[in-house]
């Protein structure tokens, strides 16, 4: 049968430790009391000869500075004693309690604290704002995953995009007016008249002289030629050489509902 000493491991040495600390404290605080016992009146009359010295005139070779030099050489012994046992007393102390941490992290492993006991009552304020506070935590959590997700699928439909290749663009149609009927119009006004005009469409932007990726491998969109980041939407123009754009740089702070275009596809 196990005694409580094995079923508790941790905390039984965590109990031994706080009954030994007091202990070790008392015994080394008499003992610097002792040495200071030693030492009870050579400490005030050295006090008092060095005031006198330096209240009267300067003499070298003075009694008043053999008298203090006879004091110190009284005092140098306790002194020394006394910084040994602070020493000892420290790395003592300091033992005690690495010991009182590596038998806490024992009775966590162990499972020997009840999770109550240790971390305190769930109605209190404090742990509502920390379950508050974790809630926010996991949530902000799972959006940056769910973000990162998002962002590499994007990469991915780009990368597979960029593989695909379009068909080739229809030969753009002649823009020759069509011949009149012969009764509109005598043949020598017809020949006269200047063809019809045509609005002219604005030139589309050529970014074929644009690097199509970075230093590092990584592609780049849009008219800031950057690398994909954050939100963005794609352009549904069939020949768009952009393809996807960040939404800071086409002003739009949401995504669009339906189909998009960017202006060079509008044109």
């Not at 209240?55 to 306790?78: C, E, V, Y």
């Not at 939404?247 to 202006?263: A, Q, S, V």
Request: include cysteine; charge should be neutral; aromatic fraction near 6%.
């Amino acid at each position: 049968m196990s005694t409580p000493a094995n079923l508790f491991p941790g905390l039984n040495d965590i109990v031994d430790v706080i009954e030994e600390f007091p202990l070790e404290v008392a015994r080394y605080m008499t003992l610097l009391r002792e040495i200071d016992a030693k030492c009870v009146h050579t400490v005030p009359e050295l006090n008092a000869q060095i005031g006198r010295f330096l209240a009267g005139p300067r003499q070298s070779g003075s009694p008043q500075l053999q008298t203090i030099n006879r004091l110190f050489q009284d005092l140098m012994p306790s002194l020394e004693e006394k910084m040994h046992v602070s020493s000892i007393a420290f790395e003592t102390l300091d033992r005690l309690v690495a010991r009182v941490e590596l038998a806490y992290e024992v009775a966590l492993k162990n499972q020997e604290i009840p999770e109550k006991l240790r971390l305190g009552n769930d109605n209190h304020p404090a742990m509502h704002l920390h379950h508050e506070l974790m809630k926010k935590i996991e949530s902000k959590q799972q959006s940056k995953s769910q973000q990162a997700l998002r962002s590499e699928s994007r990469r991915e439909a780009m990368a597979a995009k960029k593989m695909h290749v379009d068909p080739p663009a229809p030969a753009p149609a002649s823009y020759a007016p069509l011949p009149l009927p012969p009764t509109a119009l005598p043949a020598k006004r017809r020949a006269d008249l200047p063809p019809p005009a045509r609005k002219r469409k604005k030139p589309r932007d050529d970014y074929s002289a644009r690097p199509k990726t970075n230093e590092y491998g990584e592609a780049l969109y849009c008219y800031c030629n950057q690398v994909a980041y954050g939100e963005m939407v794609g352009c549904d123009g069939e020949n768009c050489q952009l393809e996807w754009f960040h939404l800071p740089c086409i002003n739009l702070e949401t995504l669009p509902k339906g189909k998009w275009y960017c202006d060079d596809c509008k044109r």
